[in-house]
């Protein structure tokens, strides 16, 4: 198993900029394909970004394309997520995930482990 810490988040006003970083330990970190996940008050939690292994691929959902970048550092054991303009609609918890996959875990059910979350809070 992998243990996963995010750190970073925090309240900023729209248009501001926030890295989140997920630091992990355990298991050899470039086994994992690995994603930021969120969750926002009564909604489903949802897949933000994605990076292969390699850190060759990555992949977004369209509402933070052109805003955000996933991106890892296997040398360090961590992947951060690069959050520019952000929106009062990014307010969410958002979530470290670690999958043992080639590609890109997009879905809940191929996550094997999770991070605990960090809050991202965003003022109009």
């Known amino acids: 198993q992998v243990q996963l810490v995010e750190s970073g988040g925090g309240l900023v006003q729209a248009g501001d900029s926030l890295r989140l970083s997920c630091t992990t330990s355990?298991?050899?970190?470039?086994?994992?394909?690995m994603a930021w996940f969120r969750q926002a008050p009564g909604k489903e939690r949802e897949f933000v970004a994605g990076?292969?292994?390699?850190?060759?691929?990555?992949d977004y959902v369209d509402s933070v394309k052109g805003r955000f970048t996933i991106s890892r550092d296997n040398a360090k054991n961590t992947v951060y997520l690069q959050m520019n303009s952000l929106k009062p609609e990014d307010t969410a918890v958002y979530y470290c995930?670690?999958?043992?996959?080639?590609?890109?875990?997009?879905?809940?059910?191929?996550?094997?482990?999770w991070g605990q979350g960090t809050q991202v809070t965003v003022s109009s």
């Open positions: 355990g298991r050899t970190f470039s086994n994992y394909g």
């Open positions: 995930a670690a999958a043992l996959l080639y590609g890109i875990p997009y879905t809940e059910n191929s996550v094997t482990n």
């Open positions: 990076i292969t292994r390699s850190g060759r691929s990555s």
